[in-house]
């Protein structure tokens, strides 16, 4: 198995409103993966999915809130990020394989009649996730994000592709400060940097934009599998997109005309750029709960 990181906890002991409790479940091949738990065991669980190059931290101010509304909600951290271990090699990440580490820790964990509510590659993954076991889902609430399949990627995303490949700097909390319109403090920069304190922690923030599967990709025959899916998923799917990210604005318009849950008028614009988890919290959780009372959970 290849070189693999965890980051001692001590880098995260002072990270900012985020007064959760780890939890931790081990994979079959050896990797370790954080998520948090929090709510009544019984109420219905609400999946929140990252993206890249961000971590379950990113929905730190949505928590509180779907709790206090009765939900259960669960947010892991991908392979490579957060509190999860790090393989140090690029060449061990792959779209299929992260799949199956969210496959084989969901599974594990038990959940059904789940409200997934995705952005970035949370969505990447966690659609996939979707379309494997369509009846583990009650909803979807989607932003920011997508199930590319071989298109040609928009201006924004090949520069991004390009940065990630070869700039010899890549500071994940200004990354993440440069797509958000907020002007975030200097202790929640620090909170997106502390998970890589070494240089070889980064391997998955640094392949995930090549592994996107836009233009030529080896991942495009199992998105086109997925869309045929989520092509007869009936259950409510709910779009919030953001006004002002140039990498993702107008992907929702498939996911509209595509997917029959989607055949309703509880989509709505939020306001922020890409993490829009910093930018309009508020209004990403409205978003869940009208889709949750939509779909009855």
Known sequence: MAKVHRTPEACFADIPDYPFKPNYHDLK????????????????????????????????????????????????????????????SKSIFSYAGHVAWMREWFDAVGLNNVVLACQDWGSLIGLRMVAETPDKFAAVVLSNGGLPAG????????????????????????????????DLPTNVVDAYNAPYDIHGSKAAARIFPALVPLGKNV?????????????????PFT????????????GDEAFKQRIPGAKHNLHRTLQGGHFIQEDDPEGFVGAILETAKLAGV
């Open 29 to 88: 091949g050896g990797l370790r993966l954080h998520y948090i738990d929090e709510g009544p065991r019984d109420g219905t669980p609400v999946l929140m999915m990252h993206g890249e190059p961000s971590w379950s931290f990113l929905y730190r101010k949505m928590v509180g809130p779907m709790v206090d509304a009765g939900y259960r909600v669960i947010a892991p951290d991908l392979i490579g990020f957060g509190k999860s271990d790090k393989p140090t």
């Open 151 to 182: 298109q040609e990627p928009p201006p924004a995303f090949a520069k991004w592709r390009t940065f990630a490949k070869f700039s010899p700097i890549f500071p994940i909390g200004g990354i993440i400060q440069k797509a958000t319109r907020t």
């Open 219 to 235: 991942a495009v025959p199992d998105q086109l599998e997925a869309w045929k899916v989520l092509e007869g998923f009936e259950k």
């Open 239 to 250: 779009c919030c997109f953001s006004d002002k990210d140039p990498i993702t604005r107008g």
